[in-house]
């Protein structure tokens, strides 16, 4: 499916709210986790390789086994080199979020481990159906009724996240992790931010991440304002979804990878995208939300959870 040469406004379905100063979210500091190992899996040595997963951020993840009961979990063998400047990245802070989350929206993490190499390493539910951009690549675009359930499920999540000062600053489709049932949860936290009150940014808090799905004001650090860092996610969660829609990334012709130049030119100074005139308006106002260049006129997960497209396509809870 290819994008219509006809362009439609988006924002001509629904007025987009300014965000309100009431509306930031309050700081919430995490408690600090406790790093152990699953009662299930007392020792790395008892999980079986099985195959490779994906490759994340500073790491690779693994199908396992565990040898004794055979269950069946995902791997994430982290190999960061903090002597590296260019890859300023802990592997401890990854753990603490994942250990710190509670939502059927977020990966569950079973256990953290180190090994006598100095590899760190998190066990992790097995998702059976993989990640939203092997689903798509395989069986193509998907129906507006599955993207408002799968974008239901990630802004609970989003919310979540949010709510406890994190954003996770790398959603894409391979980061959204599905079973077979289409239950969908947020993965791979490798470059993920825990914000803290009157932080002041830095280069990393800005560029970090597949910059595919970067936000207007990360790919023009001249126009970045942090009191928008949450309003980054939105954008990603915007671009990931109508991929879904079209079956390829949504900015290009299918088969072309963008470049950092063309994205500034296209997110900062381009016209507002098109959809394929079959799209539904509440789903055109709904994108719309999302892929507002100015940060502060996008909606938050919590207001999009209530936009007439979520909740008059989503499917109903069992």
Not at 40 to 69: F, I, P, S
Not at 177 to 194: C, Q, R, T
Request: charged letters at 20%; hydrophobic letters at 35%.
């Amino acid at each position: 499916m290819s994008l219509v040469k006809h362009r439609l406004q988006l924002s001509l379905q629904l007025p987009v709210p300014e965000v309100k100063n009431s509306e930031f979210i309050p700081f919430i500091h995490l408690s600090k986790p406790k790093i152990n190992a699953s009662q299930e899996v007392a020792d790395l040595l008892d999980l079986e390789k099985l195959c490779v997963l994906g490759h994340g951020n500073h790491g690779t993840v693994y199908k396992v086994r565990h040898r004794q009961t055979s269950a069946i979990y995902a791997l994430k063998i982290i190999r960061g080199d903090p002597d590296d400047s260019q890859q300023p990245y802990q592997p401890s802070h990854e753990m603490k979020i994942l250990l710190s989350m509670d939502s059927p929206f977020i990966i569950k993490c079973l256990g953290t481990y180190e090994s006598t190499a100095g590899e760190k390493a998190i066990v992790m539910k097995y998702m059976d159906a993989g990640a939203l951009d092997t689903l798509v690549k395989a069986n193509g675009p998907f129906s507006e009724s599955s993207i408002a359930h799968i974008g239901y499920q990630v802004l609970n999540g989003l919310n979540y996240l949010h709510a406890f000062n994190i954003v996770h600053l790398d959603i894409k489709p391979s980061n959204l992790l599905v079973d077979k049932n289409m239950n969908v949860k947020i993965g791979d936290f490798g470059v993920s931010k825990i914000m803290r009150e009157n932080e002041a940014p830095d280069y990393w808090d800005i560029y970090v991440g597949t910059y595919a799905y970067m936000s207007p004001e990360r790919l023009d650090s001249n126009s970045y304002d942090y009191r928008y860092v949450y309003a980054a996610d939105i954008w990603s969660l915007g671009v990931t979804l109508l991929e879904l829609y079209v079956g390829h990334f949504p900015f290009l012709p299918p088969g072309k990878k963008p470049n950092w130049m063309q994205l500034v030119l296209i997110t900062r100074f381009g016209e507002p995208l098109s959809l394929p005139e079959e799209a539904s308006a509440e789903f055109r106002s709904f994108i719309s939300c999302c892929l507002q260049k100015e940060p502060s006129k996008r909606w938050t997960a919590s207001q999009l959870l209530s936009h007439p497209y979520i909740c008059t396509n989503r499917r109903l809870e069992d």
